[in-house]
Every structure is written in structure tokens, then in C-alpha cells.
């Protein structure tokens, strides 16, 4: 795996570690009403803090196997298909919530994914 594969992976982990602390710990800040879209009144309803706490343990996550994949496992495939995955999950959040999420949250994964295909 190149150089620059690993870096670019390892800033999508890092974009779903901010993900992860703002659905996760942040929940009811600025920061998170602003990222999100939604009001801070709306974050602080119990029954969405709690579907974005799980949500941010499932980005956290996320985080961990691109790094266990780049950094313990060394493994191209492995990035290749986590990066497709989360192009996947992001088209769907462009198609059902906000065209911008296929760049905001797929962007780097994209970039990513053609640096393990060429590179």
C-alpha cells in the first residue's frame, strides 16, 4: 500500500473520529446543530441524543478498521472495501437526506479509493 494511500486513509478515519465525537460526546453543540443541520432544541430530545450517540459508535468504529486495516493489517483489499463502503452509505444519505453528503462524507473515501486502484 502506497505512501499516500495510507495518509488519505488515515484522514477518512480521522473525519469519522470528528464524526464519532460530534454524535457521540458533542451532541447538543453549535458545532453539531451546524454540521447537521438541526437545531440544538431538536439534538437535545432525548430519543435523537440517543439514535446520534449510536450513530457516532458506529463511526467510531469505522475509524477503528481503516486504521486496523491500514496500520496493523496492512491490507489494500481491506481499505478498498471499507472505502466502498462508505461511498455507498454516503450516495444513500445523498439520495434520501442531502445531495452534499456524497462529498462532505464520500469525498476523501473517493479520493481514497482511486489512490488504492492506481496507485
Excluded: W
Amino acid at each position: 500500500m502506497s505512501i499516500i494511500t495510507k495518509i488519505l486513509s488515515t484522514m477518512v478515519a480521522l473525519e469519522f473520529f470528528y464524526i464519532l465525537y460530534l454524535e457521540t460526546f458533542a451532541t447538543a453543540s453549535d458545532t453539531t446543530s451546524r454540521v447537521f443541520g438541526m437545531s440544538k432544541e431538536e439534538l437535545k430530545r432525548p430519543s435523537v441524543n440517543v439514535l446520534f450517540k449510536n450513530q457516532g459508535v458506529y463511526n467510531g468504529l469505522i475509524t477503528v478498521l481503516i486504521l486496523a486495516a491500514v496500520f496493523i493489517h496492512n491490507s489494500k483489499i481491506a481499505v478498498i472495501y471499507l472505502m466502498g463502503y462508505i461511498i455507498l452509505v454516503a450516495a444513500y444519505g445523498s439520495l434520501t437526506s442531502n445531495p452534499k453528503i456524497i462529498l462532505k462524507q464520500g469525498g476523501l473515501a473517493i479520493i481514497t479509493l482511486i489512490s488504492c486502484l492506481v496507485l
